[in-house]
């Protein structure tokens, strides 16, 4: 398949148009550029030694959009871009709106004008909210308990691509809702790359390891879970790439939706020491109140995923630290060499 990848320069796009360059499909990597650089994608066809082409422009201006795709041919489309800050989204709610709907609003419509009907969506395990039960199966309850504009945009876009489906049967859509993605290539040239301070544990842990941030503060300590600390389901972003793969060469019309998850929980403490020993560098912390919004546990049933993909992680939470560490040791300043 020929795919467009929009978002593709960024964490999950970059590993995601490795993996498919690498089972034979070609790629179009649709940026803004606003959370990545051009030299992810640079490196993507190094490590591959295929071509990526790249259009840069901004998804949700519909006419510039229009402009930059006129002429580019493409038969499936993995809808990777958008804002992603949870606390951002908190701040500037009209922008995160404004940006990851008018998206998907263009993209829709888009394909709807080319008759490309293949369609592939990065939704979160955020649209499940407060979890009633652990492990979360796609049954559990979404859009109840969110406490973001962030979280409400994803449910939202579900929303959109089940109603754009009913209008138009031919749409096959695929909704992934992701868990807690970590980790790099193992070749260390590709990583995830926040700018600023980073929101996320595993991206933190890493500056902290390589001397960059001093310590790490620990969101509370007094949670219902093993050590007190908040449980999350972490899948080594190979891993999760490789599950975008096998949904796009299985969709069909029809909206389905599957949790990528590893269906194992960690702790934070866990993988504060996992992290230590992948990289032998010690990660300082200190225990401070919870983080507003978050909760105790959230750990993925991958089962339907597993079963109806013919798909599940292969790789350890020690092989994510192992890989995060590669990238971040050799990366130190991301791609801003
Ligand atoms: P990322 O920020 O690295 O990638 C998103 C990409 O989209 C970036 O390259 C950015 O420049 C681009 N982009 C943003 N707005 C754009 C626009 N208007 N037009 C064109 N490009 C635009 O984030 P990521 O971690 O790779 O996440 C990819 C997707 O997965 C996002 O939709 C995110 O919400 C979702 N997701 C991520 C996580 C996570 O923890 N990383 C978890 C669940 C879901
Ligand atoms: N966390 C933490 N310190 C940090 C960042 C995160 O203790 O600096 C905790 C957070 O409370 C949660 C877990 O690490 O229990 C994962 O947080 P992250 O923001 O990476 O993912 P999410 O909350 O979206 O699942």
Redesign the pocket.
């Known amino acids: 398949m020929r795919v467009l990848l929009?978002?593709?320069?960024?964490?999950?796009?970059?590993?995601t148009a490795l993996v498919l360059l690498e089972r034979g499909h070609e790629v179009v990597v649709?940026?803004?550029?606003?959370?990545?650089?051009r030299e992810?994608a640079r490196r993507v066809a190094e490590l591959s030694g295929r071509e990526v082409p790249v259009i840069e422009?901004?998804?949700?201006?519909r006419a510039a959009?229009t402009a930059a795709l006129d002429g580019v041919d493409f038969d499936a489309v993995i809808?990777?871009?958008?804002?992603?800050s949870v606390g951002e989204s908190v701040a500037e709610p009209t922008r995160y709106y404004r940006?990851?709907i008018?998206?998907t609003l263009t993209l829709l419509d888009l394909m709807r004008e080319r008759g490309v009907t293949n369609l592939v969506?990065?939704?979160?395990?955020?649209v499940y909210g407060d979890p009633q039960y652990v492990p979360q199966d796609e049954a559990h309850r979404t859009g109840v308990g969110l406490t973001n504009p962030?979280g409400w945009?994803?449910f939202m876009i579900e929303q959109i691509i089940r109603d754009t489906f009913t209008s138009w049967p031919e749409l096959g859509a695929v909704v992934?809702?992701?868990?807690?993605?970590?980790g790099a290539h193992p070749s260390g040239r590709i990583g995830?790359?926040?700018t600023g301070i980073p929101n996320?544990l595993m991206p933190f842990i890493a500056q902290v390891a390589v001397g960059k941030r001093e310590r790490l503060s620990v969101f509370g300590d007094a949670y219902p879970t093993v050590d007190g600390t908040g449980v999350r389901d972490y899948i080594h972003?190979m891993d999760l790439a490789e599950g975008h793969v096998a949904a796009l060469e299985r969709i069909a019309p029809g909206v389905k939706t599957y949790n990528l998850g590893s269906g194992t929980g960690s702790s934070v403490l866990e993988v504060v020491r996992a992290f230590e020993e992948a990289s032998g560098c010690p990660v300082p912390y200190t225990v401070v109140p919870p983080r507003p919004g978050d909760v105790a546990e959230v750990v993925a049933n991958p089962s339907k995923a597993n079963a109806e993909l013919d798909w599940s992680t292969t790789r350890s939470l020690a092989e994510s630290c192992r890989d995060s560490w590669a990238w971040q040791s050799a990366n130190p300043d991301g791609y801003r060499a």
């Open positions: 929009t978002g593709g320069a960024g964490y999950i796009g970059s590993h649709l940026d803004d550029f606003s959370n990545s650089s992810a422009a901004d998804l949700a201006d959009a809808h990777f871009a958008g804002l992603k940006v990851n008018d998206s969506f990065s939704s979160s395990a955020t962030y945009s994803k992934l809702r992701y868990f807690n993605p970590v995830e790359d926040p996320n972003v």
